[in-house]
């Protein structure tokens, strides 16, 4: 009887932990959903950029510095290394702008 009184807490336990690890996506799910486009911005034109001869719309997408530090994206010029993450419907979901190349 008292082996019985051991072994069903362990049981729940062992359910939860498991359940619960079944709600939460894996890390790598996240990121199959995201292709990323490096490159260094061409051109700049309102909110679009150009990079390696294609335009990006990136109005009302959130830039970030590689530190963290959230950028407007009318702070984007040209010669700028910028990483766009573009979901799998080819929206823009982010940019991370690094500093001026020098050329």
Same mark, same amino acid.
């Given at each position: 009887? /008292?082996?019985?009184?051991?072994?069903?807490?362990?049981?729940?336990?062992?359910?939860?932990?498991? =359940?619960?690890?079944?709600?939460?996506?894996? /890390?790598?799910?996240?990121?199959?959903?995201?292709?990323?486009?490096? =490159?260094?911005?061409?051109?700049?034109?309102?909110?679009?950029?150009?990079?390696?001869?294609?335009?990006?719309?990136? @109005? =009302?997408?959130?830039?970030?510095?590689?530190? =963290?530090?959230?950028?407007?994206?009318?702070?984007?010029?040209?010669?700028?290394?910028?990483?766009?993450?573009?979901? @799998?419907?080819?929206?823009?979901?982010?940019?991370?702008?690094?500093?001026?190349?020098?050329?």
């Amino acid at each position: 009887m /008292a082996g019985r009184i051991r072994f069903v807490p362990m049981i729940a336990a062992l359910m939860l932990v498991l =359940g619960s690890m079944t709600i939460y996506p894996r /890390a790598g799910e996240a990121a199959a959903h995201l292709r990323v486009v490096t =490159g260094i911005v061409a051109g700049v034109s309102g909110n679009s950029v150009s990079i390696e001869r294609k335009s990006y719309d990136l @109005k =009302g997408i959130p830039a970030f510095h590689p530190s =963290g530090r959230r950028l407007e994206v009318s702070g984007i010029v040209r010669g700028m290394k910028v990483d766009l993450y573009i979901q @799998k419907n080819n929206r823009i979901n982010s940019v991370v702008v690094y500093d001026p190349m020098v050329e």
